[in-house]
């Protein structure tokens, strides 16, 4: 009976995941805002906008999870991005799109850390023996299975509604459904250690929480190292819907459609593709650790992830490149996130992890919101290709000067 509300418990976390991803938008995303006139430089203000706001929210949303409970912060969460979608439905200019980009932020902030948190305090509670990168793993997996759906399913609403824009709406009903998923969790990964909210008791721990980790070397070194490669991934990743679009148009795959619906099918079938093999990369993850050590498996996806891009920058124009690296790039992540997580977990204590995993994902918003608009600028000043070259340049430089510094490649 316990093994099978374990397995109902775990099931779970894995439909949060699918749930969360199906954003049918988001293949679609920076096509959708192009055709309403913003530019590149805009798209790199976009992101910046997003960035800081999880900057600025992500440790007091960690704070609160850890103090005041988890599932309450998940539920703040989902209404965040609820009201997002909404506004991006309604909105036609670019000011208008600043707001709806906060309050994603505001929602990705609120969301960051606290279910991995949640997890991994399910699986300590219950003294489950299955490495956390394994569980963490599937789990992972199922979000980017749901992004294959989302991909595909995402190319029929195209051709059904009549703008992009529908988009948004769409994705709110699986989001209302993780809503009420997440309400269905046992209490006791709530885990609330205060039920008084206080400025003063809010303020003290959030200054705890920052001061851990800047004492602990070796979580200090983890989040850098893993902030630092999310920043240059998702850096590059938002670019890339341009490119794809600028290449597709000019291959007629269904000759009986126009340009622009053969570029939507393209658009949908390649994101699948990457999200379906992401999904697998993620689950067998773990199985690397029985051959290799973490530190070199994580500092080998860097590695191959800067020489991709630069390997890119070259070949921008070559279908073919462009396919196999930008698969390469989502594989290497994926290989690398349960990794990561796995090692910030067994290395955070337990009542510090959703903060600790907060402080990630800000380490890696005000990187993002510092380089993506100096991007962006690039990109429109000069060339997409001169952009990928810098990044990948730079990840490649990293990568040697802590080898050369460590015998070990950790990054």
Not at 70 to 88: D, Q
Request: charged fraction near 15%; charge should be positive; proline fraction near 2%.
């Amino acid at each position: 009976m316990e093994a099978l509300e374990h397995k109902k418990q775990i099931l779970k976390f894995e439909l949060y995941g699918f749930l969360k991803n199906l954003r049918f938008f988001e293949p679609f995303l920076w096509v959708y805002l192009i055709a309403t006139g913003v530019s590149f430089t805009q798209i790199g203000i976009l992101i910046a906008v997003r960035e800081i706001i999880i900057y600025i929210f992500e440790i007091p949303s960690g704070v609160l999870a850890d103090r005041y409970g988890k599932k309450t912060e998940l539920i703040f969460c989902f209404v965040f991005y609820i009201i997002s979608f909404v506004i991006f439905f309604i909105g036609n200019d670019f000011y208008i799109f600043v707001i709806a980009m906060a309050l994603y932020g505001l929602g990705e902030a609120f969301r960051s850390g606290t279910h991995k948190a949640m997890i991994m305090s399910y699986l300590d509670i219950n003294d489950i023996k299955e490495s956390k990168s394994k569980i963490y793993g599937r789990t992972r997996s199922f979000s980017l299975f749901g992004s294959t759906v989302s991909s595909l399913a995402a190319i029929i609403f195209v051709f059904i509604f009549p703008d992009l824009s529908w988009l948004f709406i769409i994705a709110i009903i699986p989001y209302v459904l993780d809503l009420l998923l997440i309400i269905s969790y046992p209490n006791y990964l709530n885990e609330k250690q205060d039920d008084t909210f206080t400025m003063k008791g809010f303020l003290i721990e959030n200054i705890n929480s920052i001061k851990y980790v800047f004492k602990d070397k070796k979580v200090l070194k983890l989040l850098i190292g893993s902030a630092s490669y999310n920043a240059g991934f998702k850096s590059i990743k938002d670019y890339i819907q341009p490119i794809i679009i600028s290449i597709t148009l000019s291959v007629i795959l269904f000759s009986n459609m126009t340009a622009e619906d053969n570029t939507v099918i393209y658009i949908g079938v390649i994101y699948a593709i990457l999200y379906l093999s992401s999904a697998f990369a993620s689950m067998n993850a773990y199985k690397l650790s029985n051959y290799f050590s973490s530190d070199i498996v994580t500092g080998i996806m860097w590695l191959l992830s800067g020489i991709s891009f630069v390997i890119l920058s070259f070949y921008i124009e070559k279908v073919i490149v462009l396919a196999i690296v930008f698969l390469g790039v989502y594989i290497f992540l994926n290989i690398r996130k349960p990794l990561i997580i796995e090692k910030i977990g067994n290395t955070t204590a337990s009542n510090k992890r959703a903060s600790v995993l907060s402080i990630e994902s800000q380490f890696t918003s005000i990187l993002i919101a510092i380089f993506a608009p100096i991007l962006g600028l690039i990109a429109d000043s000069y060339s997409i290709s001169l952009m990928l070259f810098i990044v990948g340049l730079v990840m490649i430089t990293i990568y040697a000067l802590r080898v050369l510094d460590s015998k070990v490649s950790i990054i």
